[in-house]
């Protein structure tokens, strides 16, 4: 079971159309189980093996405003995948800043993985779409994946399986959200 | 929020405006015309009845003209969102974009630019469910234009029924047509939506078609009530 969490400014906003449902779609057509909650509301994970925090509208920063409703990631043992605002949300939790920085359409992306069984294993140059306001300072804790340009735009934390990528996966780049699947189907310290 | 779509009166557009009206408030349409049959933005057949379809719902439409210069008719399109801001005080704009990252990005772009909000209620949509859900809610589509092959000219003029879509799913499984027509493969005219008060009752068209290329252009359409 995945656990999508909606990122927008309000629960059941257009934006979930736009970045909650292309994943849950995804997810389908993977034969995926998986839940949706509003980020927000008051969470279970139990009986959840990994966690996609969803992007946002390029307009929306609300998520930033109350980073208290994130205080359970830090409890948390599951794989997590925070798409733009997600990796956003993880860096902060991680003790990263956030710099305005905007940044819209295709961008040429650098993967620093090569193996088969990394997130950003499988392909070494690639196009992702990016649509966020603000980037991230990379924190000590975190280690760059991917870059573009100088920009981190792919992490993940050195001691916990958390993970984060700046571009939308599911935008031509689905792959990255197999990669994420089969991370969370061999995790074997599940909540 | 006070949102206004961008409408080309094919079905993309008027389904995220259907989308839009359930979370939010759609102020007014806006629509740009271009003079540029080849534009990669704008160019439809029948974009002329745009005016029509938002008379239809009740809604207000800004109608803004462009030469359809591939940089200046973005330059239009931003007028044309700006003069929505002045009349209307619109907050965001709604496209009905489904898989094409060129139009989403320059659209981006110009929203974040005003400092308006954009939304794409239709963004990777799972492109059959969305055609069945066309059917099934009453929205009432004729096909417009034929821009690919292996469609012929028999094609124009058709309604999107259950037969239709069959035919569709055919050839996007056998000729990589995109069920949507979003790869430019068809374009489409939207007479009926269930938000409209009023119906658009096609009463003639000339249809023009050579080598997979047509177009179904419609001369004389009214607004008529619906039928209960």
């Not at chain 1, 994970?45 to 405003?65: P, R, Y």
């Not at chain 2, 068209?205 to 004389?220: E, K, P, Q, V």
Request: aromatic share 10%; glycine share 8%; net charge negative.
């Amino acid at each position: 079971m995945i656990s999508l969490i909606d990122l927008s400014y309000r629960p059941e906003s257009l934006s979930y159309y736009e970045f909650v449902l292309p994943i849950s779609t995804i997810l389908m057509h993977l034969n995926i189980s998986h839940t949706i909650r509003y980020w927000r509301e008051e969470g279970n994970l139990k009986g959840t093996q990994g966690c996609i925090l969803c992007g946002t509208a390029l307009a929306d920063n609300e998520f930033v405003s109350d980073m208290s409703r994130f205080s359970w990631i830090a409890s948390s043992s599951i794989p997590i995948l925070g798409i733009c605002a997600g990796m956003q949300v993880l860096s902060l939790v991680a003790g990263g800043t956030l710099k305005e920085e905007p940044i819209i359409g295709m961008q040429e992306i650098t993967s620093l993985e090569t193996g088969p069984y990394e997130l950003m294993g499988l392909h070494k140059q690639f196009s992702g779409f990016e649509l966020h306001k603000y980037i991230t300072d990379i924190p000590s804790s975190c280690t760059p994946l991917a870059i573009s340009g100088e920009r981190v735009v792919a992490m993940r934390h050195q001691t916990r399986p958390w993970y984060g990528v700046m571009f939308h996966p599911e935008v031509r780049n689905e792959w990255v959200l197999d990669q994420f699947i089969m991370i969370v189907s061999t995790n074997t310290d599940n909540q | 929020m006070r949102l206004a779509v961008l409408l080309s009166g094919g079905k993309d557009s008027i389904f995220a405006w259907y989308r839009a009206m359930k979370t939010d408030d759609v102020i007014c349409c806006i629509s740009i015309t271009s003079a540029n049959t080849e534009s990669y933005m704008f160019h439809t057949p029948n974009i002329d009845l745009t005016g029509m379809q938002a008379q239809a719902a009740g809604v207000p439409c800004i109608i803004h003209a462009t030469a359809g210069n591939k940089e200046e008719e973005l330059y239009d399109l931003k007028e044309g969102i700006k003069r929505a801001v002045l009349q209307y005080q619109i907050q965001g704009v709604v496209t009905g974009a489904i898989l094409s990252v060129y139009q989403a990005t320059r659209i981006q772009q110009i929203c974040y630019d005003i400092g308006l909000w954009c939304f794409n209620p239709l963004w990777h949509i799972d492109q059959k469910s969305y055609m069945y859900n066309l059917i099934n809610l009453g929205f009432e589509v004729y096909i417009t234009g034929v821009f690919a092959c292996p469609f012929d000219e028999k094609w124009l003029g058709r309604r999107i029924d259950a037969t239709l879509l069959h035919d569709l799913i055919d050839f996007s499984e056998r000729h990589h047509i995109t069920l949507t027509g979003e790869g430019g493969e068809y374009e489409t005219f939207v007479a009926d939506a269930p938000f409209f008060t009023e119906r658009i009752s096609i009463q003639s068209a000339d249809t023009s078609y050579h080598n997979y290329h047509g177009t179904y252009l419609i001369t004389s359409a009214s607004l008529e009530a619906k039928k209960r």
